[in-house]
């Protein structure tokens, strides 16, 4: 018997729940900018601390997941679909942004996400 759509997403949340290893390369925060029909995905650089957080790599603080830090990209990425913006990143970006491949498969799951959103008219939450 299949899993019911529920269950499929008790899954999700329990493993959105665990530990994840940072990568050092940076992370994304994604958006969809609906006027020009665009996922975008700002890059950040991070450093790593000894417990594993991100910190910004001027002041040393940890950097909070609630969005209050003002810190500039290093680069913005945009596509028209998922498949475009996941190109961008993996297959022409130099220097490379990703060095984990849990973190590439996340960024594949959360660009499908903002590219339903962006054709449904949903909101699009990061994950």
């Known amino acids: 018997m ?14 959105s729940q665990r530990f994840i290893e940072l990568d050092p390369d940076g992370y994304f925060i994604i958006y969809v900018d609906r006027d020009a029909g665009l996922i975008c995905a ?16 001027e002041t040393g603080e940890p950097i909070p ?7 500039k990209p290093t680069v913005v990425y945009k596509g028209r679909t998922a ?8 297959e022409k970006a130099d220097p490379k942004r990703l060095s984990f491949l849990d973190h590439a498969l996340y960024l594949g799951r959360e660009f499908v996400r903002a590219e339903m959103a962006l054709l449904s008219g ?6």
């Open 2 to 15: 299949a899993p019911t759509p529920e269950e499929l997403k008790a899954i999700d949340d329990k493993l």
């Open 42 to 57: 700002e890059h950040y650089s991070n450093d790593i601390n000894e417990k594993g957080l991100a910190v910004d790599p």
């Open 65 to 71: 997941c609630d969005g209050g830090a003002k810190r």
């Open 83 to 90: 498949k475009e913006l996941g190109m961008e990143i993996t």
């Open 122 to 127: 949903e909101e699009y939450v990061q994950d």
